[in-house]
């Protein structure tokens, strides 16, 4: 069998492929290769016409060699968005839902704050945990080179769920309840009461985070 890995190897000898994955750019031009020469076996081409098929797929090896290695930072730029804001704002969003629900598990009854006739409940101790998780998420994304505002929305993560559910839920409540829903939204109760009040507490925890880094990202655009 061809050891196309080592025939690459000759070929691409000068050290001019960038970002330094020679040897994964040579695996992968090794698979094409090899795919290419099985396919010329199958319609019935000896070996070294197979070979000759191969060899004259890739034309100017470095050019393609580049252009392979061109197509990783897509790769990399998915790494970067997961470690920087998606992995953070997961974490931070679980640990604000555990907080809750341990919350609640335990008995604690939330304060019940009255507004004319309408009610908002203050769960204060998860409320004074939030701002750890805001730290914690904010940390995390900081820590993965994430800029600013990616700092931001990761440590503001549950205060941001909750907004898109309440939107989300907008269109039914005011189905079913009419105007008293409509007013509600609209005195903006819910949203102090499970957005704003909270996105308050995660920001304490977060402001600490949102300026300097611990490392500079190399992410291509």
Known sequence: ????????????????????????????????????YERALSTGATHRAAVKIALQEVGDWRVLAAQIDAARPKEGSMNYRTKSLWLPALITLLGASASLAATQFIGLQPQQ??????????????????????????YMSRRAAGRTPIRLAAG??????MLVVMFLILPWGLFLDGVHFFRLVHFGL?????????AAALLVGAIPFLRGNTQTAEVSQ
Do not use: C
């Open 1 to 36: 069998m061809l050891d196309w890995k080592k025939l690459l190897r000759k070929r691409l000898s000068t050290p001019d492929l960038p970002h330094g994955t020679r040897e994964e750019v040579i695996a992968e031009l090794a698979s094409h290769l090899d795919e290419t």
């Open 113 to 138: 704050v009255w507004v004319g006739n309408m009610g908002m409940s203050f769960y204060w101790p998860w409320l004074a945990s939030l701002p750890i998780f805001g730290a914690v998420g904010a």
């Open 156 to 161: 503001l993560s549950p205060a941001l769920v």
């Open 190 to 198: 819910g949203l102090i009461n499970w957005v704003g009040i909270p």
